[in-house]
């Protein structure tokens, strides 16, 4: 039998911009409702799932109240993350409710799971409805599964990059336009960003030489945040300091066909 969650939102502002922080990787979202640890939590990632983002931000942060509903979790599909976020646009000033009714269904893979079966908006003047997607759409990715294997290396070196050097780079990117690719190199204890017109000093560590080469396009999926970021030998495992979001690049190929070397999963 169907139920039903309460949240109460009110100023849901740095909800909308968790979202967004998905939108440029893929149109559609599954999102995990944690009662447990009072947070939404999500992972994205692209066709070739050669980028794969997770983040979670906690009720309180998102604009929601903390809620003593039973201790589970809802898995909640969105079919077009933009509409979710002008949706709440609307629900920008004073308290608004947000409803989900769940249900026990089955996923892609034949489990049961709790599934978000409608979605409903509203305060005292509007109420906005939106249909949530079958959980048989998404490719489900545990959080072990994240961890463990797609945003797990054995760095050959570890550097920070702080937000004016990503807007560095992507403003060299966008003069190099016509280079598909983006070179990060380890010589003389130095970490290197390259492009065919360029060649950036970004870091001061790091002992062996390396090499992995992405696409830009890769690369634009990264938030403007501060990280850790560990130099793998086929990825680059980007760790947010400022929000608990982890994005992960895998290498690209440079041969002929330019393939991509994405995570498996």
């Known amino acids: 039998m169907a139920k039903t969650l309460s949240l109460t ?12 922080k998905f939108s440029s990787i893929e149109k559609s979202l599954l999102i995990e409702i944690d009662i447990i640890n009072q947070c939404f939590k999500a992972k994205s990632y692209n066709e070739e799932k050669s980028v794969v983002k997770y983040s979670q931000i ?20 969105i079919y077009d993350v933009v509409r979710v976020m002008k949706s709440l646009d609307h629900f920008s000033s004073g308290e608004f409710d947000f409803n989900i009714q769940y249900d026990e269904v ?66 060299l990117c966008d003069l190099d ?33 390396a090499l992995i080469s992405v696409y830009k396009e890769q690369f634009s999926k990264i938030d403007g945040e501060f990280y850790s970021v560990q130099f793998g030998e086929d990825k680059l495992v980007f760790e947010s300091k400022d929000t608990e979001t982890t994005t992960v690049l895998s290498m690209v190929v440079k041969d002929e066909k330019y393939e991509d070397v994405g995570t498996e999963f």
Do not use: C
Request: glycine share 6%; proline share 2%.
């Open 9 to 20: 939102g009110k100023n849901v502002k740095s909800f909308s911009g968790w979202l967004k």
């Open 58 to 77: 906690s009720f309180n942060e998102a604009g929601f109240l903390p809620t003593k509903a039973e201790q589970i979790i809802i898995r909640m599909g």
């Open 106 to 171: 089955l996923d892609g893979n034949n489990e049961k799971n709790l599934a978000a079966t409608s979605i409903l908006l509203k305060n005292s003047s509007l109420k906005m409805k939106i249909v949530p997607s079958s959980l048989k759409v998404f490719n489900f990715i545990s959080d072990d599964l994240f961890r463990n294997t797609i945003a797990h290396t054995d760095p050959l070196t570890i550097f920070d990059l702080s937000t004016a050097t990503i807007d560095r780079i992507n403003s």
């Open 177 to 209: 336009r016509e280079y598909k690719f983006l070179e990060f190199l380890v010589k003389d204890k130095k970490v290197f960003v390259k492009g065919q017109a360029f060649e950036l000093d970004i870091a001061d560590n790091g002992d062996e030489k």
